[in-house]
């Protein structure tokens, strides 16, 4: 008899040069932390251009059979014998991952019964993988579900504008996507909202700006050694919450489980440290071969169509976390509502014990004083955060209880 396969199948998606070898880095982690048995209930597929010592260079195998055979220098293509990609290759154009593509699919037509969801977690070229093997099982498995969780998704020179690799097809039920705040290579552009086509309204989609570099959300060791650890530690929570929802099991968290307070707490550290976000972006030196150094154009031109206020929030996410953690606060501030004062101190009483919250919204105007012998707090002008708001409804309609993003 075959072996039981679970109603959800995993796929980890590593991007250019990167491989389940790495240490500190989102998809290897997570990836070793799956449960269960790879080909059974996860796959794992090693980037373009990597040297993984524990499996093989993706183009260098045939993507048909799961003991990675060497490719046939000739043979039936359809059998996985086309051309050998090499790390030059796949680091330059990507070459590799249409491999993977096909690996993944063959494993998955392997699987007896089929899985009824396939997550994905990717990150640069792997997130976008996960968009190419979503638009390919669209053809081939139309009624499998598809939830993707990307990390920065870059497409590399030549290829932003493939339709595999810009199109988000109906069988992807829930996207979520990271972008860098302050990767500033020409030649890495995201594939943001202005770049991906959703076919199907229906999809659940929402682009989440975070503060870092290319590798400043994934990196998560690195990333706390500069003590810029915040965007990381977010990310990493964010994608362990939205895989969990989707049935993808652990051996053991890939991240602590923070409340609602704590979340807040953790974007306002990224507001203090933006400064030394922004110092992360690669330097001249970097940026000289690499399409020069460029601000991307979601920061630069249209921020506010990503989320609500953005003065104050950096995301979508942000916003939302901070509303359901301060709610009377939150309507005082930024939606010219409410009247109950004392529902308003007692929100801001919340942050007493984070201290980067706190200072956050003594920033926008609550004063902390004594009145008559008695802690009180001064409240800021009702409406004081409003913005003219031009924020995208797509960003807007994206529901994350339907993603699991909430404790």
């Known amino acids: 008899m075959p072996a039981f396969t679970p109603p959800v199948f995993t796929v980890f998606n590593h991007g250019t040069n990167a491989s ?9 982690e997570f990836g070793r932390l799956a449960a269960g048995a790879e080909y059974q209930d996860f796959l794992i597929c090693d980037g373009p251009g990597s040297s993984p010592t524990t499996s093989v260079i993706p183009g260098q195998f045939n993507p048909f059979t799961r003991d990675k055979q060497q490719k046939e220098t000739f043979g039936n293509k359809e059998m996985g014998h086309t051309h050998i990609n090499w790390k030059l290759t796949g680091t330059l154009s990507g070459a590799g991952w249409d491999d993977n593509v096909m690996h993944a699919v063959a494993t998955i037509a392997g699987l007896n019964p089929p899985p009824k969801t396939i997550n994905m977690l ?14 390919k099982l669209r053809e081939i498995f139309p009624d499998i579900a598809v939830n993707i969780f990307a990390v920065d998704p870059v497409a590399g020179i030549g290829n932003k504008s493939d339709e595999d690799a810009s199109t988000i097809r109906g069988n992807v039920k829930n996207y979520f996507a990271v972008l860098s705040m302050h990767e500033t290579r020409g030649y890495f552009k995201p594939q943001d909202a202005k770049r ?3 076919t199907n309204r229906g999809t659940n989609a929402i682009f989440v700006p975070f503060p870092g570099n290319h590798s400043g959300q994934v990196n998560l060791d690195k990333s706390v050694n500069k003590d810029l650890g915040e965007a990381a530690q977010m990310v990493w929570f964010l994608a ?4 969990d929802h989707f049935g993808t099991q652990f051996t053991s968290q890939p991240s602590p ?12 550290k990224m507001k203090q440290k933006m400064p030394g976000y922004q110092k992360t972006a690669p330097g001249m030196s970097s940026t000289m071969f690499m399409g020069g150094g460029k601000t991307r154009d979601f920061l630069n031109n249209r921020i506010d169509q ?5 003065d104050f929030f950096i995301n979508e996410h942000h916003r939302r976390i901070f509303k359901r953690a301060m709610p009377n606060l939150y309507k005082w501030v930024f939606e010219n509502q409410g009247s109950d004062s004392i529902a308003v101190a007692t929100d801001f009483k919340k942050a007493e014990f984070h201290a980067a919250l706190k200072q956050s919204l003594v920033d926008i105007g609550f004063q902390p004083t004594v009145m008559m012998g008695r802690a009180t707090v001064l409240l800021p002008i009702r409406g004081g955060g409003q913005q003219t708001i031009t924020t995208m409804s797509q960003q807007i309609q994206a529901s994350m209880s339907q993603m699991g993003l909430y404790v």
């Open 122 to 135: 990717g990150w640069s070229r792997g997130a976008v993988t996960c968009t190419k093997l979503a638009f």
């Open 196 to 198: 991906v086509t959703f």
């Open 240 to 243: 362990w919450k939205f895989l």
């Open 20 to 28: 389940r070898d790495g240490q500190g880095e989102i998809v290897a």
């Open 306 to 310: 990503y989320v609500k206020f953005s």
């Open 257 to 268: 489980n923070y409340d609602e307070l704590a979340q807040c707490n953790l974007y306002a």
